[in-house]
């Protein structure tokens, strides 16, 4: 009986070992269905300034993943502004993924970084009480080179166990090829921020 119950104590030793060792502590989301809504919401990078309709990175997304994904970018819009809009528009789609890339326009505008923090942390909060998780998509500062996401991204995602992309912004933005001016990517430029999420949601569980 005492070796059966250490064999036995020593399985699920090895097994709790096992899927420690199988975990990377990567944030996950549930996965989608079929018909699923995704919301993308934001800004001009959004929105697809400085590509045609067709060429935005959620119109890329829909056809990458086959689910609906809705564009909600509003070109110059600060986080204020967004923190007043989302509520309605969660409620409108019922979504079952926001896709959140904001702020931009306030690191333009040099607004209080606490200011951006506080909007964003409650558009993550008005999904989260609606029971929709988030995918954050980092935005580099305003430079002559965009290196790296802005600090408070990876802080917030940090902080709410978020799945986080926080390098294609700032690849795309660091390469003139991919831009259709100072700011705004191209279709190219979509077309890679749309293919980095669809890998991200694929690893995170998202997609099979």
Known sequence: MLRTGFRITASLLACTVLLLA????????????????????????????GAKEDQSYPAVLSKLTGRTVINAGIPGEVSAQGLERLPALLDRYRPELLLLCHGGNDLLRRISTAITRSNIESMIEAATQRNIPVLLIGVPKPGLIFLDSAEIYSEIAEKYKLVYEDEILPDVESDSALKSDQIHPNADGYQRIAAAIYRLMTKSGALP
């Open 22 to 49: 199988c975990s990377d502590g990567t944030p996950r989301l549930p996965q989608l269905a079929e018909n699923t809504v995704i919301l993308a919401f934001g800004d001009s990078l959004t929105f697809g300034t």
